[in-house]
C-alpha cells in the first residue's frame, strides 16, 4: 500500500510539474461581452505584473486558470497584448531611449569607446541575444504548471531578498558597464520559466551587482524592451496569420485592441509607480508578496487544486 501512494504521489509530481499551462491556440468564438471583460482584466493583469518584480506569466496564468478563460487564456492572445506593456516603455522613456541612441550613434561615429550611452547600448544588445536565442530554442518546451510558478516564485523571492541584503547599491545609471548587459542579460533568460519574473531577475542581478535600486530598475526595463517587442511581434504575427486562416473568432480584433489599450494604460502606471517607489524604498514589499503567493499555489495544489 505504501509502495502504490508513493507512485501515485510521484506520478502527480509529475503531471503537475509538465503540465502546458494555457492552451496554444484561440480557437471558438467568444461572446463579445464577456470576451471585452476579460481582455480588460488580463491587460489590467499583464500591465501591472510586466514590471513589478512578480511575473506576469505566472499572473495571467494562474488568472485564467481559476476563472477557467480558455479563450483568451491562450497563450498567443495574452503574449499578443503585452504590445500595450512595449508603447509604455517606448512612451514612458522615450526621452532617455531616444538619447541613448542619439549619444551611441555619436559614439561609433567619432570611435570613442569610453562613451556611457554606447557602452549601455551594447550592454543591452548584447544583454538581449542569450535570452532571444534561448527562447527561440526553447520556446515550446518550457512548461507551465501552477507546481513551477509557486517553486519558482518562493526561489525568486529569496534571491531578491539576498540580493536586497547583500547588495552594495553604491552604483548609478551613468555608471553601467558593457559587462552590466552581459550579466544582466543572462539574468533576463531566467525569465522563460513561468514564475521567475523578467523583471525580478533583472532586478535582483542588477541589485547583486551593486546598482541602485532605481537605477537596477530602469536598466531592466531598458534592457527588456527589445526583448519584449520582438517577442511581441513574433506572437503578433502569428495572431494575424491565424485570423486570415479563419482559426480565430470573428471578434478577435476588438478583444485585442481593448487588452492591448488595457495593458499599455496599467503598464505605464506600474512603471512611474516602481521607478517613484525604489527612489524611497527598497523591495522587501515584493519579496513577502512572491512568498505569499507561491506558497498560497502550494497550498492549493496540496489541497487538491488540480491547477
Same mark, same amino acid.
Given at each position: ?20 499551462? @494555457? ?12 470576451? @471585452? ?85 551594447? +550592454? ?29 516564485? @518562493? ?25 552590466? +548587459? ?104 515584493? @519579496? ?15 489541497? +487538491?487544486?488540480?491547477?
Amino acid at each position: 500500500m505504501t509502495t502504490i501512494l508513493g507512485l501515485n504521489s510521484i506520478d502527480l509530481l509529475l503531471s503537475q510539474l509538465l503540465q502546458v499551462g @494555457v492552451s496554444s491556440e484561440v480557437t471558438s468564438q467568444v461572446d463579445l461581452v464577456q470576451g @471585452v471583460i476579460q481582455a480588460f482584466i488580463l491587460g489590467i493583469v499583464q500591465g501591472i505584473t510586466e514590471f513589478l518584480p512578480i511575473s506576469s506569466t505566472a499572473h495571467l496564468i494562474i488568472v485564467t486558470k481559476v476563472f477557467a478563460w480558455k479563450e483568451l487564456g491562450s497563450k498567443d492572445f495574452v503574449d499578443a497584448i503585452q504590445f500595450g506593456s512595449v508603447i509604455a516603455i517606448l512612451w514612458y522613456f522615450w526621452a532617455v531611449i531616444s538619447g541613448l541612441a542619439k549619444g551611441a550613434i555619436t559614439a561609433f561615429k567619432t570611435k570613442d569607446w569610453e562613451s556611457e550611452d554606447g557602452k549601455i547600448v551594447v +550592454g543591452i544588445a548584447v544583454g538581449t541575444i542569450p535570452a532571444l536565442t534561448i527562447g527561440f530554442l526553447l520556446k515550446d518546451v518550457i512548461p507551465e504548471s501552477s507546481l513551477i510558478i509557486a517553486i519558482m516564485s @518562493v526561489i525568486m523571492a529569496t534571491l531578491l531578498g539576498l540580493a536586497e541584503k547583500f547588495g552594495t547599491r553604491n552604483r548609478g545609471f551613468d555608471a553601467l558597464e558593457i559587462r552590466d +548587459g552581459i550579466l544582466v542579460g543572462l539574468g533576463q533568460t531566467l525569465a522563460l520559466v513561468p514564475g521567475v519574473s523578467r523583471s525580478g531577475s533583472t532586478l535582483t542581478t542588477g541589485l547583486f551587482l551593486g546598482l541602485q535600486r532605481e537605477a537596477a530598475a530602469k536598466f531592466s526595463f531598458l534592457l527588456g524592451f527589445p526583448t519584449l517587442t520582438i517577442a511581441t511581434l513574433y506572437k503578433s504575427l502569428k495572431i494575424f496569420k491565424m485570423f486570415q486562416s479563419g482559426e480565430l473568432p470573428n471578434n478577435i480584433v476588438i478583444l485585442l485592441v481593448v487588452g492591448i489599450v488595457s495593458t499599455f494604460i496599467f503598464s505605464y502606471l506600474s512603471i512611474a509607480f516602481l521607478i517613484k517607489y525604489l527612489q524611497t524604498k527598497n523591495t522587501m514589499v515584493f @519579496v513577502w508578496y512572491r512568498l505569499a503567493f507561491g506558497i498560497s499555489i502550494l497550498l492549493a495544489i496540496a489541497a +487538491g487544486w488540480q491547477g
